[in-house]
């Protein structure tokens, strides 16, 4: 059964759709879509933006007009406003329960480097917390970003998204061209910033990954790149058809109540189909299936 799930894994891994939504298990199509159901959402820059990308503050401008970029698709046929709040010096990613949560953008500048910045006992290992803990990045050398959010797992509904960016092992602009090289080192592109941001908060909004060519969602980014700074098509077709303008935002797996057993039931893998909002009620008390997952790490250069 795992080789069977594997398998399943990896060729939806593969997809070429010109969405692929996030799932409550990541690549099921069996599992629940997430999804937003508020109609606004509010995002903070850490105050400490990113030091090393010039001219100085010019990252915080970048990360504005990536949320601009899908401000603009959702304005079109969306239903969902976001909203800048001010900058915080929080600098922990992730949902607390009863906390005092945001959707925070933060760039990390060091990595958890064993023994030199987190001790090799440290219990932050266990918990996966080092990054919080330490203020650095723990997802990989590779890796240029991470969105982390938080679902309700029954319903897939998102009660908090987090981006983190890798500046510790990626040198972040924001300049339009051309690419950095060796004679070419100032007002240029290493791994643009808005490119960036643009593609983690399509993650935030619910976009898993799609292999489709040009696709602000596929999960490689060349040094240099900034052609997914363009909200592509298929990515445009999602928020008009998962945030219909004017609608309610749609799951994948209609929710209903049992009126006998008065619990949650699913009715299958169909289409996608409209949740009211009575449909969330019984999950909405299952705060203590809320958990939180990393979507997705980015990107492979
Ligand atoms: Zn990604």
């Known amino acids: 059964m795992k080789i069977a799930a594997l398998l399943l894994s990896l060729s939806l891994g593969q997809s070429l759709d010109p969405y692929v939504r996030s799932r409550v298990e990541a690549g099921d199509r069996s599992t629940q879509c997430l999804f937003w159901s508020v109609p606004r959402i509010t995002w903070h820059q850490s105050t400490q933006g990113n030091p090393e990308t010039l001219p100085a503050g010019s990252e915080f401008d970048a990360v504005r007009r990536s949320f601009q970029s899908w401000q ?10 976001f909203e800048e709040g001010p900058r915080v010096q929080d600098r922990d990613v992730g949902y607390v329960l009863r906390g ?4 925070l953008v933060l760039f990390r500048t060091r990595q958890c480097t064993v023994g030199s910045v987190v ?16 203020d650095c990045w723990s997802n990989g050398n590779e890796t240029i970003a991470v969105t982390l ?3 309700d797992e029954n319903t897939g509904i998102i009660y908090d998204s987090d981006i983190e960016l ?36 399509g993650h935030l909004v619910g976009l898993d990954h799609t292999d489709a060519l040009n696709s602000t969602m596929n999960p490689r980014a060349p040094p240099g790149e900034t052609s997914k700074r ?8 999602f928020v008009c058809e998962a945030y219909p303008k004017g609608g309610v935002s749609q799951n994948c797996i209609h929710l209903t109540t049992d009126p006998t057993l008065g619990r949650k039931a699913a009715d299958g893998a169909g289409g996608c189909a409209s949740a009211g909002a009575g449909a969330w009620l019984p999950a909405l008390a299952g705060w203590a299936l809320m958990r939180r997952v990393r979507r997705r790490k980015d990107f492979r250069a």
């Open 100 to 103: 005092d949560n945001r959707n």
């Open 166 to 201: 890798n500046s510790a092992a990626f040198t972040f602009t924001a300049a339009d061209g051309p690419r950095c090289g060796p004679n070419v080192t100032q007002g240029c592109v290493a791994t643009d910033i808005q490119n960036t941001m643009t593609h983690e908060i």
């Open 149 to 151: 959010t938080t679902y």
């Open 72 to 81: 603009d698709v959702f304005s079109s046929c969306g239903n969902i406003t």
């Open 119 to 134: 001790p090799a006992d440290d219990g932050c290992w266990e918990d996966d917390s080092c990054g919080n803990v330490y």
């Open 230 to 237: 363009t909200i592509d098509s298929g990515s445009r077709s």
